[in-house]
Structure formats: structure tokens, C-alpha cells
């Protein structure tokens, strides 16, 4: 069972965990593409990134209408679940594959679209600090969906600090997992999921997206993008 948890307010603090050197130009304007999809698939995946954008004035998401593939490309293979490449990490992957997969639907908010597309952000699970896991019981709960060790290592035990840009934990993002207490050691920031953007979300996105008002944004392509941040380093 998933919770829809009310969320709290954190004014004007910006609560996330971002990988370091995944990190896009502030301005860079992100297309993306289909592969595959049908118009209500489409447009749910179009209804999520509003969602976004509706909260973050100065991030630029278009949709390719050409045949051209879009910095972010988007397939809907329903028996390999929602998932993202992270942040820069993206623009290793040939222009014919995804880079993102949604492949389940939460018709109300479109949660998994506007998880994915912070990964793809460069936002990392919430959930891989600030939770005293019982790692048994998490790794016997998940062999039951078919996931290995290595599957649950990578999605919930990965973090190291010295890889990663952080905050204090929002227990409210839309980029931590529902957690059941049973899972934990010390039933702390489990039982509960959000399925929107939390302030912490919305206030870290603003950062890395300032709003510059500017009237003429170029998109950027993969070896621009490539080059502006070898220029960064």
C-alpha cells in the first residue's frame, strides 16, 4: 500500500541528493522524443513534465516533433518498469536507445514521469541516506519481485557521500521510495510516500534552473553540451 503523504513545507530551502559531474548547463534546453507509444501513453508522459515545468520557470523541456531523437528519449516497455539515466550521464547513450522508460501509469499524477525526469535531471533517490535498513528483510521482500542483491544495492544501499552534492534529508520528495517501517531498524522516515513535487524539490530545481528570462535559447546539441561542460571543469 501506498500512502499519499501531505507534505510539509520548507520555505525557501533547496532539499536534495545530486550525483557530482552529471550536472547539466543551467540552460540547457532539453528536447525529448518517443520511441514507440501510444497517444495516451504520449500524452501522460507530456502531462508529468508540466507538471514539472509548471513548478520551474527557468527549466526549458520541449518535445521533438521532427525525426530527430531528443537529448532525452522516451520508451514504454511495460515489463521493464520506470526507470532514467542520470543526469550527463544520458549522452552516453546511442541516439536510437532510451534514455528513460515509463512503463507503468499512475493516471492521477503522473509521479513516475516526474521521478524519471529528475533522474534524468541529475537527482538521485532520496531514500539511499537517512534510512537504518534491517538489509535482510529489504533484500528477502524484493527476491519475492525478482530483484537480486546487486538490483537492490543499486536502487537503495549505493550511497557514498563523497559522490554526491546534499542536503538534509526531505523526507518528502518525490525522489525517496515508499519505505515500509518493517524494512527499518528504527521505524524513522518510513510508512509513507509523496507523489508530487515537494518544496525541497521545487527549491533545488530553481537553483540548478534559475529563470534567466532569456529570449532566444538555443538548444544546445550533444557535443555542445559536451564541450560547455569540459569548459566547466
Given amino acids: 500500500m501506498r500512502i499519499h503523504y501531505t ?5 525557501d530551502v533547496a532539499r536534495a541528493i545530486n550525483p557530482k559531474g552529471k550536472y547539466w548547463p543551467f540552460d540547457t534546453l532539453f528536447t525529448y522524443s ?4 501510444s497517444m495516451f501513453q504520449r500524452d501522460y508522459v ?8 509548471d513548478e520551474v520557470p527557468g527549466l526549458r523541456i520541449v518535445e521533438e516533433m521532427g525525426d530527430n531523437p531528443g537529448l532525452i528519449r522516451i520508451s514504454f516497455n511495460v515489463a521493464d518498469g520506470s526507470w532514467s539515466y542520470v543526469g550527463t550521464d544520458c549522452l552516453a547513450v546511442s541516439s536510437w536507445l532510451p534514455t528513460m522508460n515509463i512503463g507503468w501509469y499512475d493516471q492521477e499524477e503522473q509521479s513516475n514521469v516526474v521521478h524519471e525526469w529528475l533522474h534524468a535531471l541529475n537527482f538521485s533517490h532520496e531514500h539511499i541516506r537517512g534510512i537504518n535498513f534491517d538489509k535482510p528483510k529489504v533484500y528477502a521482500a524484493f527476491k519475492e519481485i525478482g530483484w537480486g542483491k546487486s538490483e537492490v544495492d ?4 549505493h550511497y557514498q557521500e563523497h559522490h554526491y552534492d546534499e542536503t538534509p534529508m526531505d523526507v ?9 517501517c518493517e524494512w527499518t531498524v528504527d ?9 508530487v513535487l515537494s518544496i525541497g524539490d521545487i527549491n533545488r530545481l530553481r537553483e540548478m534552473f534559475p529563470d534567466q528570462k532569456l529570449k532566444d535559447l538555443k538548444a544546445y546539441t550533444i557535443n555542445n553540451i559536451i564541450k560547455k561542460l569540459n569548459e566547466n571543469t
Avoid: A, H, T
Fill in 7 to 11: 507534505r510539509q513545507i520548507y520555505k
Fill in 34 to 37: 518517443f520511441i514507440g507509444g
Fill in 46 to 53: 507530456r502531462k508529468g513534465i508540466q507538471r514539472i515545468l
Fill in 154 to 157: 543499486n536502487n537503495l544501499f
Fill in 172 to 180: 518528502d520528495s518525490i525522489m525517496k521510495y515508499y519505505i515500509p
Fill in 187 to 195: 521505524g524513522e522516515n518510513c510508512g509513507y510516500q509523496n507523489k
